[in-house]
């Protein structure tokens, strides 16, 4: 039986074989001769050379003649193939063309079935060096009509008139890249810079060099050239070193012109389709170019300068010819391009000593769009990337301008258009309460490296002519001041960092320093002490030298308040050194980002969770016992979910995916930056949590924390529902939790407390937790095994957790929790016997009230509009919203929010008005400029409320 098994699988095996055999390959390099299926009018105008190449050591040449064409018999397989990350690389034809000479007219490519035409497009030959095509079966209409699937012959027809050399390399009939990846000829090298002649610039061409203007570009070279000044001469081994990169490229110039190793735009691309040795992407080169950049500006022997440049320009004028020139549709920018965008600047002189300098300006504009800094009128792309990634880009590309007063033009323009990309109202970039967006939400992953890049660009324009504006200023100082609010140290919440979640730090001192230095004019002026404050604070250890000369300033105490953000979802409650962040879900913004397989166990990220980071000094999110190996993606703290196995909670479908909920009222309100109170509707994703739905808030009142849940439901999946007190690693597994005054330690320890009565808890940071009676606790502590954030590997870990279990399938379930920062046993211990210091008044559909018994302080969270039960100060509303009212005398502090964003198609908030019905007959007193009397009828004063942005607005309660 076993023989007939292992004869059959090798038929299988031999079958499968030879159907690959016959299966024509869907690459061609031309190493093997010329194929028999490529047939050209004339036989004799085929043939192979060794002139060039793009792939080994071989290409097609094909001297052609007006009207003639070469018919390529052969299949383009499966038109409709994608992969890739997310499924989003299609099907795609491509081809690589070399002129010696520029040509008139265009070859056009017409792919037939059964002699009958189908899709076509054009390349144009007026070049020289290599051009390629590429362009998508099935997507957005890339050809001039519909390839057929049957695809039998493809047509390579050349230009109607005159005569010339064509040479052919590389062709893929069928390999599968990026959507956004294609390059249609006819389309791409038809760019051209913007002319400041032709638009509106945002600045006038000085009329003389001032020495304002000479200083200031000065200034700027030095900030981008940091090896502006040399030092001493390289060592042999160093210049060893470069001449082994520079031979590594194989160029040779020679009377046919220079060739050298082959590079192309996405290798991937020619992977796909099976091609052996695919040649790679220009990233090696341009690393070798930008350290002999470095070289070349660092050592005092001229010899040495003259060889590195001498090499440098061979591998620039080997660049050119492998298509990297401006207008080829072979980009090399955004990520990718910083190191060749780093070497074209520093190595500019030279270039243009060498009549290269026009030719490295141009294609630095075509990677990084520098000219069209000088057109006023042309929309803005706002994102992190443009801010941090292209935005110093196009800083260099003005200074690579040669002309001087051309150089000024161009460097006012990008501060002008800098300052407007940071005021911006947009789907991304900064937001009014200093969150940056990216991908449409507070993104700390993109934020952490590109804010500090672009705080270094404001730097560079800092005592210079093309200063940013104040305003521009303003919203980046408020970025970082409420950075360094919900980050404890450097550490922000995971909510935060998207596709990311255990990244961690996002913050770093020396931005703040910078910053503090970069304010608009000169002097006194342009200091900062706030920034310069927190600047001290946040270093891991004191400054070896004096940060701010001639500034008297000392590190700023740990913040201590609350901050809302309505943009980014969160209320922050800080007491020092401890730190307590909630975070909302609405429509507005998303929660959670999965990209394909990165951050693969994350659907339930920010679904109302309380991040906690205190504890162990520095304060990290590793200290506060968040840690990767082991973690339990089923139990963020605070949150509200089904606890499921990895293998179920991982999604089986790709591409991006974000975590959002349909209802677009969600979100914090601070009230006098003490306290505050935040409000998420929670709905599980459907590939997650199918059907789970709960209402969630958080009452900040000094250093307790009363969260409360009502209305939680879900569809039977056979998976229960929790509410995660926390999760806490284990540093070792003997560090105790305390559970009613008993201390656990040790691992394989469980215990289910008795549901009739109060609980209280200490995790391993000092936090204290206390339940109410009729909640079913359940505590572990265990050893876990789980998977990593991106799904690659097994991970493992020690840890403590405790949470509230609703059951399988509940409906209208509820909870009422505290948080209590610093606890100790013997406060718990009173809490839990009755000993409370608030007292939650409603808690059902209609609201979540609650009142702080030491302050007087009122919480509430009214989810419906109408009247408001019970003898409150509130009466009535017209719309859901926050509300906090502190007593003062006879009057009261009043904070109000609606929660809401309420964005248009702009992604600008829409002002609309609340009504808040109070008790009694009230007056106004330094409040907001949102907030009126609307009227005082009957006992009762209606207090009126322009919300915008999802925004809290205050003011006093007189009678």
């Known amino acids: 039986m076993e023989r007939a098994i292992v004869l059959t699988l090798l038929l299988v095996a031999s079958a499968a074989v030879a159907q690959d055999a016959a299966t024509p390959p869907m690459y061609e390099s031309f190493e093997a001769g010329v194929p028999a299926e490529w047939v050209a009018t004339r036989a004799d105008s085929l043939s192979r050379s060794d002139a060039h190449s793009k792939h080994g050591a071989q290409l097609l040449r094909w001297d052609w003649r007006a009207g003639e064409e070469i018919a390529v018999a052969h299949g383009i397989g499966d038109v409709t193939r994608k992969g890739g990350y997310g499924g989003y690389h299609k099907a795609a034809f491509a081809i690589w063309l070399y002129c010696e000479e520029p040509t008139e007219g265009a070859v056009e490519l017409r792919f037939e079935a059964g002699g009958q035409p189908g899709g076509s497009f054009r390349f144009p030959l007026g070049f020289t060096g290599w051009r390629r095509a590429v362009l998508h079966y099935r997507w957005r209409g890339e050809f001039d009509g519909t390839v057929p699937a049957d695809t039998d012959t493809i047509r390579i027809i050349a230009p109607q008139a005159g005569e010339g050399a064509l040479f052919i390399d590389l062709v893929v009939y069928n390999g599968i890249v990026d959507y956004r990846q294609a390059s249609i000829p006819e389309r791409q090298f038809v760019w051209r810079p913007v002319d400041a002649d032709e638009v509106r610039t945002p600045a006038p061409k000085p009329d003389a060099l001032t020495p304002e203007i000479e200083a200031g570009l000065a200034k700027i070279a030095e900030a981008l050239d940091p090896w502006s000044l040399a030092q001493a001469p390289i060592s042999d081994e160093r210049m060893g070193e470069h001449r082994e990169r520079f031979e590594a490229q194989r160029i040779v110039r020679d009377e046919r012109g220079i060739r050298g190793a082959p590079l192309v735009v996405r290798p991937e691309l020619y992977e796909t389709a099976g091609v052996p040795d695919a040649p790679p992407s220009p990233a090696g080169i341009a690393s070798s170019m930008r350290e002999m950049a470095a070289s070349y500006h660092y050592t005092t022997d001229a010899a040495q300068r003259e060889q590195l440049a001498g090499w440098y320009l061979l591998m620039a004028d080997h660049l050119a010819d492998q298509g990297f020139v401006a207008g080829s549709g072979n980009r090399w920018g955004s990520y990718a391009g910083r190191k060749l965008a780093d070497a074209m600047l520093w190595m500019?002189?030279?270039?243009?000593?060498?009549?290269?300098?026009?030719?490295?300006?141009?294609?630095?504009?075509?990677?990084?769009?520098?000219?069209?800094?000088?057109?006023?009128?042309?929309?803005?792309?706002?994102?992190?990337?443009?801010?941090?990634?292209?935005?110093?880009?196009?800083?260099?590309?003005?200074?690579?301008?040669?002309?001087?007063?051309?150089?000024?033009?161009?460097?006012?323009?990008?501060?002008?258009?800098?300052?407007?990309?940071?005021?911006?109202?947009?789907?991304?970039?900064?937001?009014?309460?200093?969150?940056?967006?990216?991908?449409?939400?507070?993104?700390?992953?993109?934020?952490?490296?590109?804010?500090?890049?672009?705080?270094?660009?404001?730097?560079?324009?800092?005592?210079?002519?093309?200063?940013?504006?104040?305003?521009?200023?303003?919203?980046?100082?408020?970025?970082?001041?409420?950075?360094?609010?919900?980050?404890?140290?450097?550490?922000?919440?995971?909510?935060?960092?998207?596709?990311?979640?255990?990244?961690?730090?996002?913050?770093?001192?020396?931005?703040?320093?910078?910053?503090?230095?970069?304010?608009?004019?000169?002097?006194?002026?342009?200091?900062?002490?706030?920034?310069?404050?927190?600047?001290?604070?946040?270093?891991?250890?004191?400054?070896?030298?004096?940060?701010?000369?001639?500034?008297?300033?000392?590190?700023?105490?740990?913040?201590?308040?609350?901050?809302?953000?309505?943009?980014?979802?969160?209320?922050?409650?800080?007491?020092?050194?401890?730190?307590?962040?909630?975070?909302?879900?609405?429509?507005?913004?998303?929660?959670?980002?999965?990209?394909?397989?990165?951050?693969?166990?994350?659907?339930?990220?920010?679904?109302?969770?309380?991040?906690?980071?205190?504890?162990?000094?520095?304060?990290?999110?590793?200290?506060?016992?968040?840690?990767?190996?082991?973690?339990?993606?089923?139990?963020?703290?605070?949150?509200?979910?089904?606890?499921?196995?990895?293998?179920?909670?991982?999604?089986?479908?790709?591409?991006?995916?974000?975590?959002?909920?349909?209802?677009?009222?969600?979100?914090?309100?601070?009230?006098?930056?003490?306290?505050?109170?935040?409000?998420?509707?929670?709905?599980?994703?459907?590939?997650?949590?199918?059907?789970?739905?709960?209402?969630?808030?958080?009452?900040?009142?000094?250093?307790?924390?009363?969260?409360?849940?009502?209305?939680?439901?879900?569809?039977?999946?056979?998976?229960?529902?929790?509410?995660?007190?926390?999760?806490?690693?284990?540093?070792?597994?003997?560090?105790?939790?305390?559970?009613?005054?008993?201390?656990?330690?040790?691992?394989?320890?469980?215990?289910?407390?008795?549901?009739?009565?109060?609980?209280?808890?200490?995790?391993?940071?000092?936090?204290?937790?206390?339940?109410?009676?009729?909640?079913?606790?359940?505590?572990?502590?265990?050893?876990?095994?789980?998977?990593?954030?991106?799904?690659?590997?097994?991970?493992?870990?020690?840890?403590?957790?405790?949470?509230?279990?609703?059951?399988?399938?509940?409906?209208?379930?509820?909870?009422?929790?505290?948080?209590?920062?610093?606890?100790?046993?013997?406060?718990?211990?009173?809490?839990?016997?009755?000993?409370?210091?608030?007292?939650?008044?409603?808690?059902?559909?209609?609201?979540?009230?609650?009142?702080d018994l030491e302050t007087g302080t009122l919480a509430l969270v009214l989810l419906q509009p109408g009247e408001v039960s019970g003898e409150l100060p509130v009466a009535n509303v017209d719309r859901r919203c926050l509300l906090m009212l502190e007593p003062d005398g006879d009057g009261w502090w009043l904070s109000v929010s609606d929660a809401d964003l309420n964005l248009n198609e702009q992604r600008v908030s829409v002002p609309r008005e609340l009504r808040v019905t109070l008790r009694g007959a009230w007056w106004l007193v330094g409040a907001s400029k949102e907030m009126t009397v609307a009227s005082q009828v009957g006992g009762m004063t209606t207090i009126s409320v322009m919300c915008h942005d999802g925004a809290g607005f205050e003011g006093r309660l007189v009678r």
């Not at 294609?363 to 990337?385: E, K, T």
């Not at 994703?685 to 250093?703: H, I």
């Open 348 to 851: 500019r002189e030279p270039m243009r000593a060498a009549g290269r300098g026009e030719r490295e300006a141009a294609y630095f504009d075509y990677n990084w769009r520098v000219s069209a800094i000088l057109d006023a009128d042309a929309p803005l792309h706002v994102n992190l990337d443009e801010l941090g990634v292209v935005g110093p880009r196009q800083l260099r590309g003005a200074i690579m301008r040669p002309d001087p007063l051309e150089r000024a033009q161009w460097i006012a323009c990008f501060a002008d258009m800098l300052s407007r990309m940071i005021l911006l109202q947009t789907a991304d970039g900064f937001k009014p309460d200093g969150s940056a967006y990216h991908h449409g939400a507070h993104y700390m992953a993109y934020a952490g490296y590109n804010v500090p890049v672009m705080i270094g660009v404001l730097g560079a324009l800092d005592d210079t002519p093309w200063e940013v504006s104040s305003e521009a200023l303003a919203r980046v100082k408020l970025y970082l001041m409420n950075l360094r609010f919900y980050s404890n140290l450097l550490d922000v919440p995971f909510a935060m960092h998207g596709r990311h979640p255990f990244r961690g730090g996002a913050n770093r001192a020396s931005i703040y320093r910078v910053m503090a230095q970069a304010g608009p004019g000169t002097g006194e002026a342009d200091f900062d002490p706030e920034l310069a404050a927190a600047y001290l604070r946040l270093l891991a250890e004191p400054p070896a030298e004096e940060p701010f000369p001639g500034h008297e300033v000392t590190a700023e105490p740990h913040p201590t308040g609350n901050l809302t953000m309505p943009y980014a979802g969160i209320t922050a409650q800080r007491r020092d050194d401890w730190l307590a962040v909630a975070h909302a879900n609405t429509r507005w913004f998303w929660s959670t980002e999965i990209y394909d397989r990165v951050n693969a166990y994350g659907s339930l990220v920010g679904l109302g969770d309380l991040t906690l980071l205190a504890g162990a000094a520095p304060v990290s999110l590793a200290s506060s016992g968040y840690m990767p190996e082991g973690w339990d993606w089923s139990r963020f703290d605070g949150s509200t979910a089904p606890h499921l196995p990895v293998e179920v909670l991982c999604s089986e479908k790709r591409g991006t995916r974000h975590t959002r909920i349909r209802d677009s009222f969600g979100g914090g309100l601070s009230h006098r930056g003490r306290d505050g109170v935040l409000v998420s509707l929670t709905e599980g994703p459907d590939w997650a949590a199918p059907g789970l739905r709960a209402v969630k808030s958080y009452a900040f009142l000094g250093d307790r924390i009363i969260c409360l849940g009502s209305g939680i439901a879900a569809d039977d999946a056979g998976y229960p529902i929790v509410t995660n007190l926390f999760q806490r690693a284990l540093p070792e597994p003997d560090a105790p939790i305390t559970v009613d005054d008993e201390a656990l330690t040790g691992l394989a320890v469980t215990r289910d407390l008795a549901p009739g009565e109060a609980h209280w808890l200490i995790d391993t940071i000092g936090t204290g937790f206390v339940t109410a009676p009729g909640a079913r606790v359940h505590v572990e502590r265990a050893h876990q095994l789980s998977r990593d954030k991106d799904d690659t590997k097994d991970t493992e870990g020690d840890f403590a957790s405790a949470w509230l279990d609703h059951g399988v399938a509940p409906e209208n379930a509820g909870y009422e929790y505290a948080v209590v920062m610093r606890a100790t046993p013997e406060r718990m211990a009173a809490i839990a016997a009755g000993d409370a210091t608030w007292e939650v008044l409603q808690r059902d559909e209609r609201a979540h009230i609650v009142r």
